[in-house]
Nanobody, 120 residues
Framework: VQLVESGGGLVQAGGSLRLSCTPS????????MGWYRRAPGKQRELVAD???????NYADSVKGRFTISRDNAKNTVYLQMDSLQPGDTAVYYC???????????????WGQGTLVTVSS
């Protein structure tokens, strides 16, 4: 199973970007999906995650600016990022808990990362 990310890039402060992430491969079920980020010189931090029920969790730093959503039919998670600030500059990593079959446990998978750069 691989997670394929898209949507990163360069944007000016106050602008918007939308990230998406889709797993490929043999999948029975996808549990929690979400996004982490790692800024230069900083530790990785959770940005947001979302359960299949739609229940979402956000880092305080992005509440009110970012919106996470998912399409369960497509096993795809999205991160709509509005009012971007230079402090949001980071590599954003998608993750997903994936079951390969009815009998398997959930296994954590990560995307390759997509760079988001916000200029002032």
């Amino acid at each position: 199973v691989q997670l394929v990310e898209s949507g990163g890039g360069l944007v000016q402060a106050g602008g918007s970007l939308r990230l998406s992430c889709t797993p490929s491969g043999s999948i029975f079920n996808v549990g929690i999906m979400g996004w982490y980020r790692r800024a230069p010189g900083k530790q990785r931090e959770l940005v947001a995650d979302i359960r299949s029920t739609g229940s979402a969790n956000y880092a305080d730093s992005v509440k009110g600016r970012f919106t996470i959503s998912r399409d369960n039919a497509k096993n795809t998670v999205y991160l709509q990022m509005d009012s971007l600030q230079p402090g949001d500059t980071a590599v954003y990593y998608c993750y997903a808990d994936v079951k390969y079959s009815f009998y398997s446990t959930y296994n954590e998978h990560w995307g390759q990362g997509t760079l988001v750069t916000v200029s002032s």
